[in-house]
């Protein structure tokens, strides 16, 4: 295989119009996940033909838990397609998977053939609001998410998700994130605090509480919660870099100074260690004179 057959993250992002949460939701899903080769992950062309198609199918109406064991049913029936979603036809009538092989269809939960008589396939408009699950609307969410255009719906998807499983992390914190990008901190910190009840050890929730209240002014409690993540991942190199920051607002500089060393001996060549650099040559030189 040569180099141009294998894609980033990024190629896969700008090729097919997905998110990096849309794809590692997909790998945890275990749809379509990365190859691995020569300490790089990537995807090659086959990948790509089925990212596309998991897209879809998702925004027609296909569960997620349904299409994952629609491919595992799948993949245990034509134990010689390696790939069912880029070797095979796989088409939907907008709530169960069907797969097209030599003319003939197949539904793989049931292992029956189907008449191929007016099925809807990909190209059609058809979506199912009832009865999805919480995987669902989390699906729906990060589709709407990636495009501007339905960014908005995002929030709602993201909402209903919550609604269908309280204790989703994952759908509370992107919302979270939503409303702080569009600057609603007091709403961010509403739904990190939500994420942290659903799971106290999450070093992402403590990080981006700790950030956004940061950004509200609420220093002590922004420096407990990025203190927090810290003591949960202490290789959490952002979450060094925003205590530095915060520490030094409160003008705490020793503890500024070993989270400026932290965060350059875990990320020394990042975007942001320059400007770690520059932090501790200032502090060395204010506590010189």
């Known amino acids: 295989m040569g180099a141009t057959d294998r894609f980033s993250f990024e190629d896969v992002q700008r090729i097919i119009g997905l998110t ?37 199918l998702l925004e027609k109406g296909v569960s997620a838990n349904r299409l994952q064991r629609a491919l595992s049913a799948l993949n245990e029936k034509l134990s010689q397609v390696k790939a069912p979603l ?18 003939a269809r197949l539904e793989p939960l049931s292992g029956q053939f189907v008449l191929n008589f007016e099925t809807r396939e990909l190209d059609e408009s058809i979506r199912f609001i009832a009865r999805r699950s919480a995987s669902d609307w989390l699906a ?10 339905t960014r908005a719906q995002a929030f709602d998807a993201y909402d209903r998700c919550a609604d269908a499983d309280p204790n989703n992390a994952d759908a509370l914190l992107n919302c979270g994130t939503l409303h702080y990008e569009d600057g609603n901190f007091e709403k961010a910190a509403d739904y990190f605090r939500r994420a942290l009840d659903a799971q106290p050890q999450n070093p992402l929730a403590h990080f981006n509480l700790g950030s956004v209240l940061e950004e509200m002014g609420e220093l002590e409690e922004s420096r407990r919660h990025l203190r927090q993540a810290l003591l949960i991942d202490p290789d959490y190199c952002d979450a060094h870099y925003n205590l530095a920051f915060v520490c030094e607002k409160l003008r ?5 100074r ?32």
């Open 20 to 56: 990096r949460k849309q794809l590692d939701y997909w790998d945890k899903l275990r749809l379509v996940s990365p190859q691995e080769g020569q300490g790089a992950r990537y995807y090659d062309f086959r990948d790509l033909i089925g990212l596309r198609t998991v897209k879809q």
């Open 86 to 103: 880029s070797q095979l036809r796989i088409l939907s009538d907008g709530k169960d998977v069907l797969v097209e092989q030599g003319g």
């Open 140 to 149: 729906m969410a990060l589709s709407y998410e990636a495009d501007k255009e």
């Open 252 to 256: 705490a500089f020793v503890e500024a």
């Open 258 to 289: 070993e989270h400026w060393q932290a965060y350059i001996k875990l990320d020394p060549v990042g975007p942001w260690s320059a400007y770690a650099r520059q932090r501790l040559v200032v502090q060395h030189a204010t506590s010189a004179t």
